[in-house]
Nanobody, 123 residues
Framework: VQLQACGGGLVQAGGSLRLSCAAS????????WAWFRQAPGKEREFVCA????????IYDDSAKGRFTISKSEARNSVYLQMNSLKPEDTAVFYC?????????????????WGQGTLVTVSS
């Protein structure tokens, strides 16, 4: 299984970024796809997740209304559109996956991880 995240960068507060995660080695439709982030000096935390079979989503409160997770089964890819970015969103963002159809907010429930992409939001 390989997950490859990209799309991070430096953006001003209030700006937008779109992260992408290309996946291989899993049955896309029968997996759950998630984004986590880890800020400097902090633990990795859940951002959002989507279910491959029907696109059902869950979000952390910090992401609701600003971030949108989406997927493309044709491209075996998952995306994270981030709008209205704040300096406190600065973190390394990771895509993660687990087989099955139950989205989870727990880091330990995801056995597959991408390498992370850095998002820096300047004030």
């Amino acid at each position: 299984v390989q997950l490859q995240a990209c799309g991070g960068g430096l953006v001003q507060a209030g700006g937008s970024l779109r992260l992408s995660c290309a996946a291989s080695g899993l049955r896309f439709r029968y997996s759950v796809w998630a984004w986590f982030r880890q800020a400097p000096g902090k633990e990795r935390e859940f951002v959002c997740a989507t279910r491959g079979i029907d696109g059902a989503t869950i979000y952390d409160d910090s992401a609701k209304g600003r971030f949108t997770i989406s997927k493309s089964e044709a491209r075996n890819s998952v995306y994270l559109q981030m709008n209205s970015l704040k300096p406190e969103d600065t973190a390394v963002f990771y895509c993660a996956a687990r087989e099955g159809d139950t989205p989870s907010r727990r880091t330990n429930d995801y056995p597959y991880w991408g390498q992370g992409t850095l998002v820096t939001v300047s004030s």
